[in-house]
């Protein structure tokens, strides 16, 4: 749910990718997010976001995002493409984070791969 991927001057959209069918699902995304917090459940987000030196970016996942047009890390009207603490990586307005609420940054796909997750939520279990 982050910028890059759902906002016109995203990196997404930048590189010809339809942000239609994710923007239609974020009401539906709030619903869910402020009933859990509603249950005051344990919220955490993760957001695919590389450090600024790319240096946990798959040589792969560079090469594919350069064939595109719009490289990781190249600059765009959000900042560096999907880089960690440029605007293109916050979540959009209507879902984002509340003070507490951790945000793990993801150098690909998964959420647990190379993330502290697992630490947040082992930390969020013990706190019960």
Request: aromatic share 6%.
């Amino acid at each position: 749910m982050q910028r890059d991927f759902l906002e016109p001057d995203g990196w997404l959209s930048l590189t010809g990718g339809d942000i239609a069918p994710l923007q239609a699902i974020v009401p539906a995304v709030a619903r869910l997010l402020e009933a859990v917090r509603r249950a005051r459940l344990f919220v955490a987000f993760t957001a695919e976001a590389y450090r600024p030196d790319l240096s946990d970016l798959p040589g792969n996942r560079l090469w594919r995002s350069q064939r595109l047009g719009q490289p990781i890390g190249g600059k765009g009207p959000l900042g560096r493409h999907l880089v960690l603490g440029e605007a293109g990586t916050d979540m959009v307005a209507s879902l984002a984070p509340r003070a507490g609420e951790p945000v793990a940054a993801k150098p690909g796909k998964s959420a647990f791969i190379g993330t502290d997750l697992d630490h947040l939520c082992a930390s969020a279990a013990s706190a019960i």
